[in-house]
């Protein structure tokens, strides 16, 4: 009787130990799985920043078509890099010597643009225009080629946007950047900033 007795007491201590055990296995589950979901939310928020800044980078690209649309001439200017806060030419491993057309920097806030969007007052964009370089990465000197047509041309996209009485087009490169802060404080180390760059035609 003694020794039943004896075995009781042991089986009440092992299922005391198992379910500490249990305690200690589920913690350290639950631990594991917030840490797994904390991780996954950074990841999302941190993909739509991205993909933000992707958005803005685009609206550059367009607000640099709009401008070259409207100018009568374009001269070669400097080396861009002192006018640039974030989209620095460094950005661009193609460009070993730029020159900007026109010395011309397009700089805004999104906000700017899309007005009552409370969310975008944080995203900005920065581009400038260069001759299309050569295979070495120089800007100076013009690429032309004669087109069928007098009309200027996105090669990317086909789209048309200036006409002339010649039939000789002159390509130009727009590098243009996007950031998750506005256009006076990003900081590329510190900001993401997402670089795009597309080639365009103009007729002379």
């Known amino acids: 009787m003694l020794l039943n007795h004896k075995k009781i007491k042991n089986e009440k201590g092992f299922a005391i130990a198992l379910a500490l055990l ?9 631990a594991t799985l917030m840490i797994i979901a904390a991780g996954d ?6 993909l ?6 992707f958005y803005a980078a685009e609206t550059g690209i367009t607000e640099a078509k709009k401008w070259l ?25 193609e460009l070993s010597n730029p020159k900007a ?4 920097i397009g700089k805004k806030d999104m906000s700017e643009l899309i007005t009552g969007e409370n969310n975008l007052t944080d ?4 581009y400038f225009i260069t001759y299309t370089p050569d295979a070495g990465g120089n800007t100076q000197t013009p690429i032309t080629q004669t087109v069928s047509g007098a009309t200027g041309g996105d090669i990317s996209q086909g789209t048309n946007y200036k006409n002339t009485g010649t039939s000789t087009a002159t390509y130009y490169n727009i590098y243009s950047c996007g950031c998750n802060a506005n256009k006076n404080s990003c900081n590329l180390n510190d900001d993401i ?4 760059q597309t080639t365009v035609t103009l007729v002379n």
Do not use: R, W
């Open 22 to 30: 249990m305690l200690v296995a589920m913690s350290l589950m639950g």
């Open 41 to 46: 939310h950074k990841q999302n928020g941190n």
């Open 48 to 53: 739509n920043v991205k993909q933000q800044t």
């Open 69 to 93: 649309s409207t100018q009568s001439t374009l001269t070669l200017g400097s080396d861009p890099n002192s006018q640039l806060s974030f989209c620095k030419t460094s950005l661009f491993g």
């Open 101 to 104: 057309i026109k010395d011309y």
């Open 123 to 126: 995203y900005s964009y920065e």
């Open 193 to 196: 900033v997402t670089a795009l």
